[in-house]
């Protein structure tokens, strides 16, 4: 059994590869005393990809160093940050975030039960933190809010107040998290000092900051998920990863920002202590490097071709990534792996700007369905079997819905009661009165006739979309077109489980928090 690392050999493990520190006497001092209490955050957006074995790779160091390291998904912050997860999407892609990085962190040999996973609504939305955000905005400047948040937030001409939130969030956190440190990207740099400016400012304690190097992409610049060639996906094929290495920036004698250079010396030295480049005998063999800088300069000095640099990454990365396809092959992953990322709908050629185009697909996204909560219910002054219902669904005004729901369900029923909306109906008159929405309902087949309405999951709110499971991306149309007969057609195909879920070909209603029932009526139809 080796020996436990001392205080000096700790701090080289935490600090190697680094490029910045922030509070470097504070970390040697905790490391005399006790064990480092460090967290990393990813914001659940964007495909996680190859680059993130670099934050991992770290992760494995400190706990090499004895750390107690805990990982924040951060799901409200992938929000706030200009809606990169659209919130129905948010529950989803933190799910596809926790199997990702768990199977990463497995692929290169950490054991995931020395780390403490947290989502970041586990906590974020407590009486406490919600104060503590009031009372940060109530001494931070908008100037000093913005600047933190430059290189992390996604900067557009308008941008939103959430953007502003952003920083206070991540601050906060170190507190809420009961850490001596926080890691990330130096591109996270402003963030960090504006922590360490206002924590102080509520009475919390200033927290180190570890920062790594923005690893270059493929493409010479930062490895981004919006820009497809510049990453390699973690579910990649290996035809795919051969392709895109072939592509990748790799200059003969050129180290400057040279992506695969980077993976090399952030990723696959520190995992393996050493690197073999792969080469046929005639071209001088194998080669094996325990010493980052020699391969660099050998690479400088084109001792070492780009191609046989790249056929050898291509080897070990496919190593690592392996165990994660493997994973994610089963159906149950792949289901949430394309419901979290559903493909974009493509415009057909020619239609791209021209403003009359009509989508020809009828698909379930194109409908407007949201939770809606009854703030009051009347009987039609001239029609006896309907209802005329105020019903909030997340608007600035609640919507006036006619309901033929008299003779099924009772008045008492229906008051505060939350339900599922269909909004983009074109408004209608029905006995004088205009119906802006119609509540959708399970019906059973035969006699004797009942009527249940939908009942969305415990804890929704107003406003929260329903959508059905992989059709959750897409903008649903501003108004159903009547002659077009949209809702019509997909509605033939709306049927009730024998579990008594609301379906569509088979296919579940969902909102974030989960299925769309009703009450008892198995096998019935929905309208």
């Not at 996680?48 to 912050?77: N, Q, R, W």
């Not at 920002?257 to 005998?281: C, D, M, Q, T, W």
């Not at 400088?300 to 990534?321: F, I, M, R, T, W």
Request: neutral net charge.
């Amino acid at each position: 059994m080796e020996p436990a690392p001392g205080p000096q050999e700790k701090y080289q493990l935490i600090t190697r590869n680094l490029q910045e520190v922030l509070g470097e006497d504070k970390l040697m001092a905790i490391l005399k005393e006790r064990e480092l209490k460090i967290y990393w955050g990813t914001a659940t957006t964007g495909k996680p990809h190859v680059a993130y074995f670099v934050p991992m790779s770290k992760i494995a160091d400190f706990l090499k160093a004895g750390c107690e390291v805990t990982i924040l998904f951060a799901d409200l912050h992938a929000y706030l940050d200009n809606m990169k997860a659209p919130w129905e999407l948010l529950e989803l892609r933190t799910r596809y975030y926790e199997h990702v990085i768990k199977a990463m962190l497995e692929s290169i040999g950490v054991p995931l039960e020395k780390l403490r996973f947290v989502r970041g609504t586990d906590y974020q939305l407590s009486k406490e933190y919600t104060l503590d955000v009031y009372r940060l905005s109530s001494v931070v400047t908008q100037h000093d809010a913005k600047k933190a948040g430059a290189e992390v937030v996604k900067q557009v001409e308008h941008p939103l107040l959430s953007g502003l939130l952003y920083p206070g969030l991540q601050a906060l956190d170190e507190e809420y998290l009961k850490v001596d440190a926080q890691f990330g990207g130096v591109d996270q740099r402003k963030i960090f000092t504006f922590a360490e400016k206002y924590l102080p400012s509520l009475g919390y304690a200033k927290r180190i900051h570890l920062m790594n190097p923005m690893v270059p992409g493929l493409t010479g610049s930062k490895m981004s998920s919006s820009e497809e060639d510049s990453k390699i996906d973690l579910l990649d094929r290996k035809e795919d990863v051969k392709k895109k290495l072939k592509k990748a920036f790799c200059e003969p004698g050129n180290v400057e920002n040279n992506g695969v250079l980077s993976f090399i010396k952030h990723v696959l030295f520190p995992l393996k202590s050493e690197f073999v480049v792969l080469r046929e005998e005639k071209w001088g063999g194998n080669k094996t490097y325990t010493a980052y800088e020699a391969l660099e300069k050998d690479f400088a000095e084109q001792v070492v071709h780009p191609g046989d640099l790249k056929n050898s990454v291509e080897v070990a990365l496919n190593k690592l990534l392996d165990p994660i396809r493997e994973k994610f092959n089963c159906p149950e992953l792949k289901k949430l792996s394309s419901a979290a990322y559903p493909t974009p709908s493509k415009a057909k050629p020619g239609e791209k700007g021209t403003k009359n185009s009509e989508p020809d697909d009828v698909i379930p996204s194109r409908l407007d369905i949201r939770v809606g909560k009854v703030l009051s219910v009347e009987k039609h002054p001239d029609a006896d079997s309907l209802y005329v219902e105020k019903i909030d669904v997340g608007e600035a005004e609640p919507r006036t819905v006619v309901s033929g729901l008299v003779q099924f369900v009772p008045k008492e029923q229906l008051q505060d009661r939350l339900v599922v909306l269909l909004c983009n109906l074109k408004p209608q008159k029905m006995r004088g009165v205009e119906s802006q929405g119609m509540v959708l309902c399970a019906s059973s087949v035969g006699e004797p006739h009942q009527v249940e309405p939908l009942d969305p999951p415990a804890g929704c709110c107003a406003g929260e979309r329903v959508y059905v499971e992989g059709y959750e991306g897409g903008e649903p149309d501003e108004e159903l077109k009547p002659k077009k007969k949209v809702f019509e057609k997909l509605q033939a195909d709306f049927r009730v489980s024998e579990d008594c879920v609301a379906q569509w070909k088979q296919r579940n209603f969902l909102t974030k928090l989960g299925t769309v029932s009703c009450k008892s009526l198995k096998g019935g139809s929905i309208s």
